[in-house]
């Protein structure tokens, strides 16, 4: 770092001295053209805000399609409720799979600008091919799709058609979420104080842009939809989303990059192969005897180095310099999968420990889902017109946006200075993530007893009302606004989390850290619910998650989620105590000021 630090200022000098003027980024970002960014010229709020309306006009496309989808699989697919929030569920599941896909492309060898607009092309095209199928093919007879009016049966071919379109809808949209997330806190510098501050702010306001993008669909297009119009509902998200590729080309010239780092598992697999050639090794004391190339050597990429810390110390056999070693060096015969600089070791060890805290969210994640599953069929199943005004089940989850919106404002203008008032740090993000689990056992015990009341109210011997209840939708408001605080401090705490504690060459990663726990949440609900009806079916039990939920017992699925949630959350605090944060090298060589580890 303090290399490109002085190369910086050698640059800055010399551009003054010829009269353009203009200061440099001091983290390594560079313009389109491969150039050291100028400060004022790129980045900052003109490219981050341009991100964050193509978040939301990505995301109101994405829920046009993923928040109907249950309804869509049952009313014109014709699947059962738990055959449907299990396809959902998978196919969430893959969306977020596929973000790994678009982070190892975007480190490795993209580049996040080149990577967005990758999938982002893919995700329009999955959405044109899925209104078209739609609109030829699936809604059959025409008007079909509604509460009153099911469709008929489709040929495989057409059911395939539907499949291939909604899993190109899966794979750009994943492959592009975690790296306009990145790509985004890419246009303010860390190096800064200012920018610093700003790329702080900017994930909440990326949350919130993601839940305001939603916002669209799960009321208006929702009730489209709902009300069988799924042509327009699909044709509109299509349209969104072509108009957020088109934004986001737009501010081409504004945005800085930084170069892609190369395969990091080819890094991972020498760091894992030195280590194991030297473990009959006998470790010595002291930092002296391992391998610490310089900075540009080391990682290759103006990233920063990072510093040697303590834990895992076997695989600190990677960059120990044995006898062998030493000879090879001095005839300029570097074996990388021999001997490692310590900073790239330091990457390995910085993964592992992040891994335990990655797992802890995944239980969370599981409850997240529930919204676009189980959430929307609870609601289906109850009395949805209020003041003669039909409320769709879907478009209950706009409590959970508003929840969010009203939550990210209470956390940065009221909650946020408070605590910095008590104590100087404020709350960490592994703290705010333990808040958010708290609160999602919260949120599935309030879902749990709406069941509980919406059961009490049903009719379950008739059998031309089946799932009806007189329970008024309006009681699932409560666990929709308690997920919504959920995940404010879950998910804005996990995105800022993984950000700043992945590699530098490894940002994109970080999210999709984020994004992997809620496709192995959706995995993990899944299979839950596959051995829940396993389990609970019998001769004369249909199941706790049957067709008609009068006859079923969701509410114990509910608590049950509630208790696994308690049990992850003294798991997680464990985690988080354990947890040593990342270290690197500031500007002048040492060691940065942050803390060995988080406080819990």
């Known amino acids: ?134 609109q030829l093919f699936l809604l059959n007879p025409k008007g079909c799709g509604n509460q009153t009016t099911p469709c008929a049966s489709h040929p495989s071919w057409q059911i395939g058609l539907f499949y291939i379109s909604i899993y190109m809808i899966a794979l750009g949209n994943g492959g592009y979420q975690p790296n306009i997330a990145t790509f985004g806190a890419d246009q303010f510098d860390v190096e800064h104080w200012k920018e610093g501050l700003s790329k702080v702010a900017f994930f909440s306001y990326f949350y919130l842009a993601l839940n305001l993008g939603s916002l669209f669909s799960n009321t208006i297009l929702s009730y489209f939809e709902d009300d069988g119009l799924w042509v327009i509902g699909f044709w509109a998200s299509a349209a969104s989303a072509f108009a957020a590729l088109v934004l986001f080309l737009v501010g081409t010239k504004r945005y800085r990059h930084f170069k892609p780092s190369g395969n990091p598992l080819a890094r991972f697999g020498q760091v894992i192969v030195a280590a194991t050639k030297k473990w009959k090794v006998q470790m010595p004391q002291g ?60 990457e390995v060890k910085c993964i592992l420990r992040l891994l335990p805290i990655w797992l802890c969210t ?22 949805t017109t209020v003041l003669n005004f039909r409320i769709p089940a879907a478009s ?48 599935m015990v309030s879902a749990g007893i709406v069941e509980c009341y919406r059961l009490k109210y049903a009719s379950k011997d008739c059998s031309h009302c089946e799932n009806s209840s007189s329970l008024s939708i309006l009681w699932q408001i409560p ?29 994109s990663f970080g999210s999709a850290l984020c994004m992997t726990s809620i496709s192995l949440g959706n995995y993990v609900s899944s299979l839950l619910v596959s051995v829940v009806m396993k389990i609970s079916e019998g001769d004369h039990m249909p199941g706790w998650i049957p067709r008609n939920l ?12 509630a208790g696994l949630t308690t049990i992850d959350l003294v798991v997680y605090i464990a985690c988080a105590k354990w947890y040593a944060n990342t270290k690197h090298d500031d500007k002048h060589g040492e060691g940065n000021s942050s803390t060995d580890e988080y406080e819990v």
């Open 287 to 346: 930092e002296g005897h391992l391998y610490d190339a310089d900075t540009k050597e080391s990682t290759g990429n103006g990233s920063r180095k990072m510093v040697h810390t303590q834990g895992f110390k076997f695989l600190d056999r990677a960059a120990l310099i044995t006898s062998m070693d030493f000879n090879n060096e001095k005839q300029n015969d570097h074996n990388p999968w021999r001997l490692c600089p310590i900073s790239q070791v330091e």
């Open 396 to 443: 209950m989850s706009s409590f959970d946006i508003l929840s969010v919106a009203a939550f990210i404002f209470l956390y940065r203008k009221v909650l946020n200075p408070v605590v910095m008032k008590l104590r100087k740090k404020g709350l960490t993000e592994l703290q705010r993530m333990g808040i958010g689990l708290v609160i999602a056992v919260i949120a």
């Open 479 to 507: 666990q929709y606004a308690l997920i919504g605080a959920s995940e404010v401090f879950m998910y804005v705490g996990q995105l800022e989390f993984f950000n700043a504690q992945a590699p530098d060459g490894l940002k």
């Open 550 to 561: 009068n006859k079923g017992h969701l509410d114990r699925f509910y608590f049950l989620l």
């Open 1 to 134: 770092m303090a290399a490109h630090f002085e190369m910086s200022k050698e640059v800055k000098f010399n551009k003054e001295e010829n009269g353009e003027g203009g200061e440099f980024t001091k983290d390594g970002s560079v313009d389109m053209h491969g150039k050291p960014a100028i400060r004022d010229n790129s980045g900052r709020w003109v490219a981050g805000l341009i991100i964050l309306l193509n978040q939301g006009l990505a995301t109101l496309a994405f829920f046009g399609v993923g928040v109907n989808l249950v309804l869509f699989l049952t009313r014109v697919l014709q699947q059962d409720n738990a055959a449907a929030a299990n396809s959902v569920s998978k196919w969430t599941g893959t969306v977020y799979i596929f973000s790994l896909v678009g982070a190892f492309l975007s480190d490795s060898y993209w580049g996040r600008y080149k990577t967005c607009a990758i999938f982002q092309v893919i995700f329009v095209i999955g959405l044109v091919l899925l209104s078209l199928a739609s």
């Open 362 to 383: 995944i239980i969370y994640s599981v409850v997240f889902t529930q919204m676009a599953s189980l959430f929307v069929e609870q609601g289906a199943a109850m009395t």
